[in-house]
């Protein structure tokens, strides 16, 4: 499977195939590898996150958010990275707080890198597929990606967009 994978990236960055999210697999904060095919026929936004980060609070938007649009299929999908140096050492720990502080109930992952050569494979494809302001690689905690329901991403924002400004391009996907 790994190696199947490899071969798609390399494929894809010298754009013979067509990729779509659901070519990653990803870990839950409890340890649940899983296909993002889990997701496919519903609209997605992933963002990479910190507990500890002066945008933390944005995690009641997103969990508001989520609930808003949940019904229509939306799932928001957090990754936790300590590549700012504002996350916990320990995923489990990173979920938990975003459980008790912020009332999230959507679905948190394993901290890992979202830049560079150890970059979590869904987030360099995410960055190939969205440029931020100031080029590909992700600047700062709380970069959001929407996704359609084909799995493809379609918009990029920035870490200080509020969640709630979002709600817009979210309904067009439905």
């Known amino acids: 499977m790994i190696f199947a994978l490899l071969l798609r990236i390399i494929h894809y960055t010298e754009g013979d195939i067509k990729m779509t999210i ?6 839950l904060d409890s340890g649940e590898r899983y296909s993002l095919q889990r997701y496919a026929g519903h609209p997605l936004l ?52 975003c459980r008790t502080t912020y009332g999230v109930t959507f679905p948190m992952h394993q901290i890992g890198d979202v830049n560079g050569e150890k970059a979590l494979p869904l987030f360099k494809y995410l960055t190939t597929k969205e440029n931020g302001m100031l080029g590909k690689a992700i600047k700062w905690n709380f970069t959001k990606f929407l996704i359609n329901k084909e799995g493809i991403p379609v918009k990029r924002y920035a870490p200080t967009t509020d969640p709630s400004k979002i709600a817009i391009d979210i309904e067009r996907l439905f």
Do not use: W
């Open 22 to 27: 659901y070519d990653f697999e990803v870990t």
């Open 46 to 97: 992933i963002v990479n996150t910190a507990t500890k980060c002066g945008l933390a609070p944005q995690f009641g938007k997103l969990e508001q958010l989520y609930k808003e649009y949940q019904t229509e299929g939306l799932i928001v999908l957090g990754f936790p990275s300590n590549q700012f140096h504002q996350e916990v050492k320990n995923s489990r720990e990173a979920a938990e707080t």
